[in-house]
C-alpha cells in the first residue's frame, strides 16, 4: 500500500492538489495530512474529499516546520500506519491522474529498489507548465545523478520506502534545502533509483515556495555549506577522485557565498585537497588563497 503523506501549512493551492488526488485512476492509496498549527484550517475544505480517497487529518498545535521543516516531514510520515511506501507530497504540487496506477504496473520491477522517483516538470502560480518535463533513465545511480549539470530536484517526486526513513531519517539542514536530495542518496544506499517516465508530478514554484522565494537565499547558502561538509566527512567513501574535487569545490563555493573565509577555512580546505590530490586543481587553489592574502 502507498502513503501520499501532505505537510500541510499553505492553503492557497491546497484545492488543486486534493483535486489531482480525487481523480487518481487507483485508488490504492491513503492520504495522511499533517497540520502544521497553519493559521488557514483546510478542514472545511477537506469536507470535499471525504469520501474520494481514505483520508486521515490531523492538526498539529505546535507550528515546527517554522524552526525544523524535516522534522516536520518525519512527524507527519509517523501518522502512516502500515505501508510500505511513502510520497511526501507539497501542499502546493499535483500528480498526474495515472501516478497511482503506474507506480503499481511497476512496481514489481521497482521492489529490488528503496527509491523510485516521477518524472517531473515545474508549473507555476497559474499552474501552468513553466519548465520541459524532466524524464530519467528507468534505473539510475543516485551519485551520479547528483553530479548531472541539467537536472532539477525536489521531495514530491519520489516514493520511498518507508523502512529507510525511519532507520536513517532527514539531515535537519536550514529550509531543508539539500535535504532531499541528501535523503535520495541515503535512503538508496548510494545506489540506484527506480525511474517511472509515464506519470508527472508537477512541482510548484511561487513566492510562497521554498525555491521560489529569492528572500531565502542566505540559509539556502548555508544549507549547501552544511550539505557539503556532511558529505565530505560522513560519505565521501561513497565517490570516486573525480566526483570528491567537484565537490570539495561546491564547499568552498558554498563557505564563499555564506560567509567570508577565515585562516581556519583554509587550511582545511588545503587539507582536503591534499588528500584527494590533484597537481591542478592544489595550484588553483594556492591562487585563490593568494588573492585572498592581497584583499586583506
Known sequence: MLALVIPYFKIKYFEETLASLAIQTDKRFKVYIGDDAS?????????????????????????????????QWERCIKLADTEEWVMILGDDDVLDKNVVETFYSNLKEAKSENVIRFASCKIDENGDVSSNVYYHPQKESSVVFLFKEKKRNSLSEYVFRKSQIIEIGFKNFPLAWCSDILAVLEFSNFGLIYSINEAIV???????????????????????????????????????????????????????????????????LFNLYFRNFSIVHIFKLFRRFFIYIFQL
Do not use: C
Not at 483546510?42 to 469520501?51: D, G, K
Not at 537565499?217 to 558529505?231: D, G, N, T, V
Open 39 to 71: 493559521p488557514e484550517s483546510p478542514e472545511n475544505l477537506l469536507e470535499n474529499y471525504a469520501n474520494k480517497f481514505d483520508l486521515v487529518y490531523n492538526r498539529f498545535e505546535t507550528n515546527l516546520g517554522g524552526t525544523s521543516l524535516t522534522q
Open 202 to 268: 508537477s512541482i510548484r514554484v511561487s513566492g510562497l515556495s521554498i525555491s521560489g522565494n529569492q528572500e531565502n537565499s542566505r540559509l539556502k547558502h548555508m544549507a549547501s555549506e552544511e550539505f557539503s561538509r556532511y558529505i565530505i566527512f560522513k560519505k565521501f567513501q561513497f565517490f570516486n577522485k573525480t566526483q570528491r574535487l567537484s565537490i570539495l569545490n561546491g564547499y568552498e563555493v558554498a563557505m564563499k557565498r555564506n560567509r567570508k573565509l577565515k585562516i581556519d577555512d583554509w587550511l582545511i
